[in-house]
């Protein structure tokens, strides 16, 4: 859940963090109340304090529910996924469905298994998550996003078609306008693709506002709209624009390298060669200064 600090729910949500934190600080011990409190932990996405209750919920896992134990698996499958724990979230979205066989996380541990490289296993989950329960909005998002990724852009048009037609998506829709204009835009349509990131980038200005709660890996990726509605412009021939977005985006990102490399080729279209071969460089820089980190920690893992 994430809550609104304008609502009732956010008051009755906070009152459980402090009810629940003077608890534990006292010594109670049932998993129930770290259930409880990892609920309340969630909605102030507190990652690394949610999974830490969660861990003591399920270490009493005899005293819940088989309900219980299966929410608790699957909430935390989430946090880890946010982490970027994929090993960890991956393990739990797996317990949670040996516990209870469920759609939404069978949907989750299929874009778990997108981000390790097992596309085939993705999307075996999300199609069989659909089945289970082909009316969870999510379950259809994950699926979408699992469908393009993939090769299967109308199909992935069909599900973010859904997911908006919906109206249930309201914390997140910045991120399936944006995923639909990426389907848009492979299928040949550059001028929805245009509308539906400059929707996204819209609404992400209201969700980052309204709902502040949201995880970080939201404002990383704050520049990709830009980038989409960039190659959108460019297939539209306007160029100027184009250019616009892609500088835009430089500001938001600075060390992405799909920024210059985009920029390096909107620089070519207006025949500017200099500022193109500059970008190239600048790209290829910070690819090689990623992949000399990567393997800088690669090495003290493996020491």
């Not at 729910?9 to 009810?19: A, G, N, T, Y």
């Not at 085939?120 to 990724?149: H, M, N, S």
């Not at 506002?209 to 939201?218: C, G, L, M, N, Y």
């Not at 190659?231 to 021939?237: E, H, N, P, S, T």
Request: aromatic residues 8%.
């Amino acid at each position: 859940m994430c809550v609104s600090p304008h609502s009732e729910e956010f008051d009755r949500s906070m009152q459980k963090l402090v009810d629940y934190g003077l608890r534990i600080a006292r010594g109670d011990t049932d998993p129930r109340s770290f259930l409880e409190y990892a609920e309340a932990l969630w909605d102030v996405r507190d990652l690394q304090a949610t999974v830490a209750a969660l861990d003591r919920a399920i270490d009493g896992k005899s005293a819940l529910s088989r309900r219980e134990l299966t929410l608790a698996y699957a909430s935390r499958s989430i946090c880890h996924l946010q982490m970027g724990n994929l090993s960890e979230a991956e393990a739990d979205a797996t317990a949670s469905l040996d516990v209870v066989m469920r759609a939404h996380p069978l949907g989750l541990r299929a874009l778990i298994y997108l981000y390790q490289g097992k596309t085939a296993a993705a999307l075996r989950d999300a199609q069989e998550a659909f089945r289970l329960d082909p009316y969870d909005w999510e379950v259809r998002a994950w699926r979408g996003t699992i469908l393009f990724e993939t090769g299967h852009a109308a199909e992935a048009l069909e599900d973010f078609n859904w997911v908006i037609g919906s109206g249930e998506c309201v914390r997140y829709a910045s991120e399936v306008y944006l995923a639909r204009a990426r389907a848009e835009l492979a299928l040949g349509d550059p001028q929805a693709a245009e509308a539906d990131c400059s929707e996204a980038i819209d609404l992400d200005y209201h969700e980052q506002a309204h709902w502040p709660f949201i995880v970080k890996s939201r404002v990383q990726q704050a520049q990709n709209a830009y980038l989409v509605r960039a190659q959108a412009r460019m297939a539209l021939g306007t160029i100027p624009r184009a250019l616009g977005d892609c500088c835009f985006a430089a500001t938001i990102a600075p060390g992405d390298p799909a920024v210059y490399e985009l920029r390096a080729s909107v620089y070519h279209a207006i025949g500017n060669v200099r500022e193109a071969v500059a970008d190239m460089i600048r790209a290829d820089v910070l690819r090689r200064s990623s992949a000399a980190a990567e393997g800088l920690v690669a090495e003290a893992v493996a020491a």
